[in-house]
Structures are given as C-alpha cells and as structure tokens.
C-alpha cells in the first residue's frame, strides 16, 4: 500500500528583531518589522525584548537555536555589542536598526542614521558584508577572568571612569553630549597609571601569540583598544582605524603638563577630524613635529597590565575594573546586513 504521508515542507526563513525597549517605540518597530517580513515571505519574526537581566545574549542565542535567518537590533550602542556577540561566528546576518544614543557600530560603517526603513529592509533584502569583532579577557583583582566581544572599542582608564561619572537622566535627554559632563567630573579626580603592555603582530595563518618578552611600559590616562574609531560629530579618535583590516588599533592616551589636555583634543579634534580630511592639511601634520599627547600603534592583539585595578569600558558601557586587559581581532567574523550597493568606507 503507497504512503501518503507527503514529506514535511521545509520551513520558511524566519527573522529575529532584539530591541531595547527603553531606547526605541517598541510597537512601532515590531510592526514594521512585521510588515517587511510579511512582503518578503518570511515567516513571522519573533519579536524579542531585552532587559536588565538580560541585555540581548541570552535572547539571541535562543533565537539562533530557532533557526532564524536574519538578526535585526535595536537599541543603544551596548545592545548592539551584546546581540554581535551572540551572533559573531554564527553566519547570521545582523542589521543594525538606528537607534539609542551613539549608533557607533552603524556611524564607522556609514550606514543610514535617519532611517529604520531602510536597515530593517536590508535584513530581508540587502547585502552583506564581513567585518571585524574584537574579543576583550579581562583579569579582575582577584584573578578572575572573563572573556567579552567589542565592535567599536574598549578602554581602560580614564574613558572608563567617564563613562562611569555620566548621568543616566543627562545623557538620556541629550545624549552622547551628556559625555563632556562626565569628562569633567572625572578629570577633577583623574591621576595616571603606570601600564605595562605589548602588541602582537599578525600576517600568520595561526592566531597572534602574545609572549611577553617584547613588553613596553608607559604612563597614561587612557589605554584604548579600537576595532574602528569614529564618534559622534564626525570626531576621529582613531583615524586610520578600519573595522575591515583584521588589525586592532591601539591609542595611548598620555597628556603631559598643565597644557597636556589640551594637546590631546587637538590631536583628535583639530588634527584627526579637521585637517587630515583635507590633503593640504595633511601636508601641515607632516610638517609638524612630533606630538606625543596622544600616541597609535596597531597589531593583531594587544595586552596591558597594570598594577592598581582600573575602570574598564566596553562599547560605551561599564565592565567594572582589571588588572590586565588582552584584546584580539576576529577578523571578518561578523556578518553586517547593509542596503544594496551601500559602501561600509569612504575610500
């Protein structure tokens, strides 16, 4: 006797949107969502909250292990890192919905800031394209270790404690601004620390080694780890940082004397965001002398150390503080949704 059972039909793709929803309209974007999922054939999406337990892992991790084809996020810039480091190494494509306070994973890849229209539409009908994660150990006083992923950069120091003295209630009502208060409320107290770190070199086919037997030492306000380097108002920290290049930016953070604050914005406002966009300001920084305020190294991993546990940050937000700080480069381990034709760099 022939069976009838007719095979099941393979299951249609399915999208994940995690959202913050203290950041963003969350029935707005649900529905919109819904809609373009609905016009690309897609199943219903699964429609995930994140929360003060969970900041986005845990739901996307759950939402991998339905099978969904696409990621959507929503939210501020420490969301976005949550939900990349579930989805880093999956082959799920994440869309970054603009939205919170920095969009800085969104600003370094040029993507639409003033649209939710047009990213939710590249998660069904866009491109992609591989870009860089970096991932962040960090050693506690106690000798506890933890292991985080970063899209933008982590810092240790200084930046840290900014990030730390930011009002809630201020940067919620003006936003990344609300960061030159907490800039000031912790220069009051700022002292610099002796760090001992290294750079590891890439170019092998093996994972960067870290050996300790090239150490260098410094005195700073500031270590920064940079997987790319642009802020909001079009200020380059980093300026040659590319978040497609397999390398991890380093940026000590080192003023000296009572004008030394001074010589740091200069490098990275008026030097790095003005003049070197420009080829006859450029010209200029070639003919002045060296400035040591703010000094950049570059490598596929980077280790610092220091003696006095610091503050630490990650994409904006705080990590408590370390001892010892390694960072590496996933290069091309995360797969960002972009609309069609869009170009991830100015060059």
């Known amino acids: 006797m022939a069976d009838d059972t007719a095979p099941d039909a393979p299951a249609g793709k399915r999208a994940a949107l995690v959202f913050n929803p203290v950041k963003v309209d969350g029935p707005t974007l649900c529905a919109l969502v819904e809609r373009h999922s609905a016009e690309a054939g897609w199943e219903p999406p699964l429609l995930l909250a994140t929360s003060v337990e969970d900041p986005g892992q845990s739901t996307t991790r759950d939402a991998l292990a339905e099978g969904v084809s696409a990621v959507l996020v929503a939210g501020g810039d420490g969301t976005v890192r949550a939900v990349s480091e579930a989805v880093r190494g999956s082959g799920v494509p994440l869309s970054i919905v603009p939205s919170g306070t920095g969009n800085l994973l969104?600003?370094?890849?040029?993507?639409?800031?003033?649209?939710q229209n047009?990213?939710?539409?590249?998660?069904?009908?866009?491109?992609?394209?591989?870009?860089?994660?970096?991932?962040?150990?960090?050693?506690r006083q106690d000798g506890h270790t933890e292991e985080h992923a970063?899209?933008?950069?982590?810092?240790?120091?200084?930046?840290?404690?900014?990030i730390a003295n930011t009002r809630p209630e201020l940067k919620k009502s003006v936003g990344?601004?609300?960061?030159?208060?907490?800039?000031?409320?912790?220069?009051?107290?700022?002292?610099?620390?002796?760090?001992?770190?290294?750079?590891?070199?890439?170019g092998g086919e093996e994972p960067p080694t870290l050996t300790s037997t090239r150490l260098h030492s410094a005195r700073v306000?500031?270590?920064?780890?940079?997987?790319c380097g642009e802020l909001p108002g079009r200020i380059s920290l980093i300026p040659d940082a590319s978040i497609v290049d397999g390398d991890l930016d380093v940026a000590l953070i080192q003023p000296t004397g009572p004008l030394g604050w001074l010589g740091v914005w200069r490098k990275v406002w008026w030097d790095n965001s003005v003049l070197r966009r420009t080829r006859a300001g450029r010209a200029v920084l070639e003919r002045r002398g060296r400035d040591t305020s703010v000094r950049y190294l570059r490598g596929a991993a980077a280790e610092a150390a220091t003696p006095i546990a610091q503050p630490v940050e990650l994409d904006?937000?705080?990590f408590g503080e370390a001892?010892?700080?390694?960072?590496?480069?996933?290069k091309g381990n995360l797969k960002v949704a972009v609309p069609k034709g869009h170009r991830i760099s100015a060059m």
């Open 106 to 115: 969104a600003r370094n890849l040029l993507l639409p800031l003033d649209s």
């Open 118 to 139: 047009a990213m939710v539409a590249a998660a069904f009908d866009g491109e992609t394209v591989d870009v860089d994660i970096c991932v962040a150990t960090l050693r």
């Open 150 to 162: 970063f899209v933008v950069m982590a810092g240790m120091g200084l930046d840290a404690a900014m």
């Open 176 to 202: 990344w601004v609300a960061y030159v208060d907490g800039a000031a409320r912790s220069l009051v107290s700022a002292e610099p620390f002796r760090v001992v770190y290294e750079i590891a070199r890439g």
């Open 221 to 227: 306000q500031s270590i920064l780890f940079a997987n």
């Open 316 to 318: 904006g937000d705080e």
């Open 323 to 330: 001892t010892r700080v390694s960072c590496r480069v996933e």
